[in-house]
């Protein structure tokens, strides 16, 4: 059974600080693994990664694979008092009619002004 | 549309009630899916459509949960003689194409379920 555990599951910081959010995995035929903001409200598409080591960047977000060690991290620097939410990481398998992601039960986030 | 639409987004249930929820996909969107997500939890996957086909229905946690997509494009789960468990957010996703080929899956905003 595909498993996903994600560290912390809380975290508080001033803003303008940087954080680390790290997700490990446990997959049947790794296909890709998903990052997502959930606000309260639709968890919003952050990042796709497929291949190990290629660094994804979108703005102050970043997110990076490690396929052998099996985790992924995202990193927000500079943060801001909108990026608080649940980040949510996902893994799918790549096995033919496999088509549902596996979530784990997010960090929530939260930056004090 | 613009985005994924559900309804209602909020819905209060008696034990023993049926509901229906129902999901628009954005406009085009070839996959569908639906999941759970109870508070503090990330979303539990529950049932895929391609078009009008049910391919994966593994996630539905009971013979009272039904989902259908009969024209390939509005989606309804329906949960029969619902219990305090079933109290959760029921989201919606869609894709143009299949998760498997990298398309993006675009969630809605969820409806919030209160099993009373």
């Known amino acids: 059974e595909d498993k996903v555990v994600q560290s912390p599951l809380s975290l508080v910081v001033h803003e303008g600080d940087t954080v680390t959010l790290n997700c490990s995995y446990e997959?049947?035929?790794?296909?890709?693994l998903l990052w997502y903001k959930q606000e309260k409200k639709a968890p919003t598409f952050l990042f796709m990664l497929?291949?190990?080591?290629i660094e994804k960047k979108s703005g102050r977000l970043s997110s990076i694979l490690d396929k052998k060690e099996l985790f992924s991290i995202l990193n927000i620097t500079a943060t801001q008092t909108g990026d608080s939410a649940v980040y949510l990481c996902?893994?799918?398998?790549?096995?033919?009619?496999?088509?549902?992601?596996?979530f784990g039960t997010g960090t929530r986030l939260t930056i004090i002004p | 549309g613009a985005g994924v639409s559900q309804s209602p987004r909020y819905k209060v249930a008696k034990r023993g009630q049926d509901v229906a929820l129902r999901c628009d996909p954005i406009?085009?969107?070839?996959?569908l899916f639906w999941y759970q997500q109870a508070l503090g939890q990330g979303p539990e996957f529950l049932t895929y459509?391609?078009?009008?086909?049910?391919?994966?229905k593994s996630g539905l946690p009971s013979d009272r949960f039904f989902a259908e997509r009969p024209e390939g494009s509005v989606s309804t789960l329906k949960i029969q003689r619902t219990q305090q468990e079933d109290s959760a957010v029921y989201l919606c996703?869609?894709?143009?194409?299949?998760?498997?080929?990298?398309?993006?899956?675009?969630f809605g905003e969820g409806s919030w379920l209160t099993v009373v």
């Open positions: 406009s085009g969107h070839v996959s």
């Open positions: 459509f391609q078009n009008e086909a049910q391919l994966d």
């Open positions: 996902a893994v799918a398998g790549s096995f033919f009619g496999n088509e549902k992601l596996t």
């Open positions: 997959v049947t035929n790794f296909r890709s």
């Open positions: 497929t291949s190990s080591g």
């Open positions: 996703a869609s894709s143009l194409g299949a998760a498997s080929s990298g398309n993006t899956i675009y």
